[in-house]
C-alpha cells in the first residue's frame, strides 16, 4: 500500500467509525508506528485534513464530529483527485518539459499553481524541489521564442472560439498584413509554435507562425468559425514537415548503410514507406507538398543520402550541394 492509498485508507475509517485508535490504524495499514505518525502530521499540514486526538477515548477523530458518531459531512474530504507518488513525480517532470518547450514563458507561469500543489502532495522540501528540476533537461536549439501576450492573446481565443484579428509578418515577401482568423488548433513543432487557422481573406485553413505574429486582438464577435479536425489534417498534415497543403508528389531517398541505422529508426512521414536494401542501406519513400523543409533535411545528411524521385526535387538538392560547394572552392 503506498502513502496516497495509506490517506484514502486513513480517512475514510475515521470517517465511517467516527474514531479510530492509533492500534487500530496500525493493524489496518500495517506500517510502523513512526511511519503513522508521519501520515497523520503530513494530512493535518499538507492537506488541512481537521483530524484531531481525543484523549478522553483515545481515539483520531474529524474535529467538529460528536464521539462515535459517523460523519457525512463533505467539509473533511480529501480532495477528489489524488496521484500516486510515482505520478506526482511524473507531473513534475512533465511540468519541466513543457517549461522547456516554451522557455519558462506563459505555460509555465499558468501551471505553477499546479506544480507548488504537486510539490506539497509529494511532501517535497524545496531544495528537494530543485533537485528534481536540475534532472530533467530540455535543450531547444535554433528555438524561436513567442511573446507570451500574443501566446496569451491566441491560446485564449482558441478555447473560448473567438475570432483573431492579427498583424502578421510574411519572411518570404518581407510584408505585413492584417488577417482576420478563426483559430482552430496549435502545433509545436521543432521548437516553434504554429496555429492553424480559417484565414477569412482568403477564405480558407492557413497555418501562422507565431513568432511571426506582430499584433494580436481577440474579437467578441462574430464567433470563431469552426472547421471539422479531419478536415484540418486532410488540408494541412497531408505533406512533409510543417508546411502545408495536400501532398502531390512522392520523393524517393536512398540512403547509405551508416545512415541507415539512425533513419531506419525515424519517422520522417506518418505514410512513409521504409525498405532495406541488400548493401545495407535504407530507402525510403514519402509524400510531400512544399520540397523547402524537405530539401533541408536531405541536405543534412550531405553524401550520405541520394534523392532518387522526382527529378524536381533531385535538381533542388543538386543545385543547392553546388551553391554550398561553390561557397569553399579555392583557385
Same mark, same amino acid.
Given at each position: 500500500? =503506498?502513502?496516497?492509498?495509506?490517506?484514502?485508507?486513513?480517512?475514510?475509517?475515521?470517517?465511517?467509525?467516527?474514531?479510530?485508535?492509533?492500534?487500530?490504524?496500525?493493524?489496518?495499514?500495517?506500517?510502523?508506528?513512526?511511519?503513522?505518525?508521519?501520515?497523520?502530521?503530513?494530512?493535518?499540514?499538507?492537506?488541512?485534513?481537521?483530524?484531531?486526538?481525543?484523549?478522553?477515548? =483515545?481515539?483520531?477523530? @474529524?474535529?467538529?464530529?460528536?464521539?462515535?458518531?459517523?460523519?457525512?459531512?463533505?467539509?473533511?474530504?480529501?480532495?477528489?483527485?489524488? @496521484?500516486?507518488?510515482?505520478?506526482?513525480?511524473?507531473?513534475?517532470?512533465?511540468?519541466?518539459?513543457?517549461?522547456? +518547450?516554451? *522557455?519558462?514563458?506563459?505555460?509555465?507561469?499558468?501551471? $505553477?499553481?499546479?506544480?507548488?500543489?504537486?510539490?506539497?502532495?509529494?511532501?517535497?522540501?524545496? *531544495?528537494?524541489?530543485?533537485?528534481?528540476?536540475?534532472?530533467?533537461?530540455?535543450?531547444?536549439?535554433?528555438?524561436?521564442?513567442?511573446?507570451?501576450?500574443? @501566446?496569451?492573446?491566441?491560446?485564449?481565443? +482558441?478555447?473560448?472560439?473567438?475570432?483573431?484579428?492579427?498583424?502578421?509578418?510574411?519572411?518570404?515577401?518581407?510584408?505585413?498584413?492584417?488577417?482576420?482568423?478563426?483559430?482552430?488548433?496549435?502545433?509545436?513543432?521543432?521548437?516553434?509554435?504554429?496555429?492553424?487557422?480559417?484565414?477569412?481573406?482568403?477564405?480558407?485553413?492557413?497555418?501562422?507562425?507565431?513568432?511571426?505574429?506582430?499584433?494580436?486582438?481577440?474579437?467578441?464577435?462574430?464567433?470563431?468559425?469552426?472547421?471539422?479536425?479531419?478536415?484540418?489534417?486532410?488540408?494541412?498534415?497531408?505533406?512533409?514537415?510543417?508546411?502545408?497543403?495536400?501532398?502531390?508528389?512522392?520523393?524517393?531517398?536512398?540512403?547509405?548503410?551508416?545512415?541507415?541505422?539512425?533513419?531506419?529508426?525515424?519517422?520522417?512521414?506518418?505514410? $512513409?514507406?521504409?525498405?532495406? $536494401?541488400?548493401?545495407?542501406?535504407?530507402?525510403?519513400?514519402?509524400?510531400?507538398?512544399?520540397?523547402?523543409?524537405?530539401?533541408?533535411?536531405?541536405?543534412?545528411?550531405?553524401?550520405?543520402?541520394?534523392?532518387?524521385?522526382?527529378?524536381?526535387?533531385?535538381?533542388?538538392? =543538386?543545385?543547392?550541394?553546388?551553391?554550398?560547394?561553390?561557397?569553399?572552392?579555392?583557385?
Amino acid at each position: 500500500m =503506498n502513502r496516497t492509498e495509506r490517506f484514502y485508507r486513513i480517512e475514510l475509517l475515521i470517517k465511517s467509525r467516527g474514531g479510530v485508535s492509533f492500534e487500530e490504524l496500525l493493524g489496518e495499514l500495517e506500517v510502523s508506528r513512526a511511519t503513522l505518525k508521519r501520515d497523520l502530521q503530513y494530512l493535518r499540514d499538507r492537506m488541512d485534513a481537521p483530524i484531531v486526538y481525543d484523549r478522553f477515548d =483515545n481515539v483520531y477523530r @474529524f474535529e467538529g464530529v460528536a464521539p462515535g458518531a459517523v460523519s457525512k459531512s463533505a467539509s473533511h474530504e480529501l480532495p477528489g483527485v489524488w @496521484f500516486s507518488e510515482a505520478e506526482i513525480h511524473a507531473l513534475l517532470t512533465m511540468h519541466q518539459l513543457i517549461k522547456g +518547450l516554451d *522557455g519558462g514563458g506563459v505555460l509555465g507561469r499558468h501551471l $505553477q499553481p499546479l506544480l507548488d500543489k504537486l510539490h506539497g502532495m509529494l511532501g517535497a522540501s524545496e *531544495g528537494e524541489s530543485r533537485e528534481l528540476m536540475r534532472r530533467v533537461k530540455i535543450a531547444a536549439p535554433a528555438r524561436r521564442p513567442v511573446p507570451p501576450r500574443w @501566446f496569451e492573446v491566441v491560446g485564449s481565443a +482558441l478555447l473560448k472560439r473567438q475570432r483573431i484579428d492579427l498583424l502578421y509578418f510574411t519572411r518570404k515577401r518581407q510584408t505585413e498584413s492584417r488577417r482576420e482568423v478563426s483559430p482552430q488548433r496549435l502545433i509545436h513543432y521543432r521548437n516553434t509554435w504554429y496555429l492553424d487557422a480559417w484565414c477569412h481573406a482568403s477564405d480558407g485553413l492557413r497555418r501562422f507562425a507565431l513568432d511571426a505574429v506582430r499584433a494580436a486582438k481577440a474579437l467578441d464577435h462574430p464567433r470563431a468559425k469552426d472547421v471539422a479536425m479531419k478536415t484540418v489534417e486532410a488540408e494541412l498534415d497531408g505533406g512533409y514537415g510543417i508546411f502545408s497543403g495536400k501532398a502531390e508528389q512522392w520523393a524517393t531517398l536512398a540512403f547509405d548503410a551508416d545512415a541507415a541505422q539512425w533513419v531506419a529508426q525515424e519517422e520522417w512521414h506518418p505514410e $512513409q514507406r521504409l525498405s532495406l $536494401q541488400p548493401d545495407g542501406g535504407l530507402r525510403m519513400e514519402l509524400p510531400y507538398a512544399d520540397a523547402t523543409e524537405l530539401a533541408m533535411d536531405i541536405l543534412r545528411h550531405g553524401p550520405q543520402v541520394k534523392v532518387l524521385a522526382p527529378a524536381t526535387l533531385v535538381r533542388m538538392v =543538386n543545385e543547392r550541394h553546388r551553391t554550398a560547394a561553390a561557397l569553399y572552392a579555392t583557385d
